[in-house]
């Protein structure tokens, strides 16, 4: 592969019933490219974590999977609300997430320490009323 493969998913907001399906695509495409079944898993692990996370607090977003020679870069972007302490956030069991979303299941508080367990890197850059934008990569080497 000499050129980047992309991805690109838009993640629809609130929408419980189709959260997760990009990351299931992702699996799907990427088994597709017979890549190996560990890097497939932790990929689509920190795809769902943050997909749902886009779902619940952000009012949804776009998420890009660029399969490069290397790695695999997944890019996250949502105008929501921000994140507004980034390492409380990261903290396991740490939710902002409504109490009629936690009794659904979801707002664990897993999403963001799992989406870094799961990947080699994790940038995320965020702003208070603006959105944010969270970049993982998963070294294929």
Known sequence: MSDALVFHFDVDGENFTSAGQASTAVKRNLRQLGLPPEIIRRVSIAMYEG??????????????????????EIILADKGPGIKDISLAMQEGYSTAPDNIRSLGFGAGMGLPNMKRYTDSMNIETELGVGTTITMKVNLT
């Open 51 to 72: 997909e749902i996370n886009m779902v619940i607090h952000a009012n949804g977003g776009d998420a890009d999977v660029i399969v490069h020679e290397d790695c695999i």
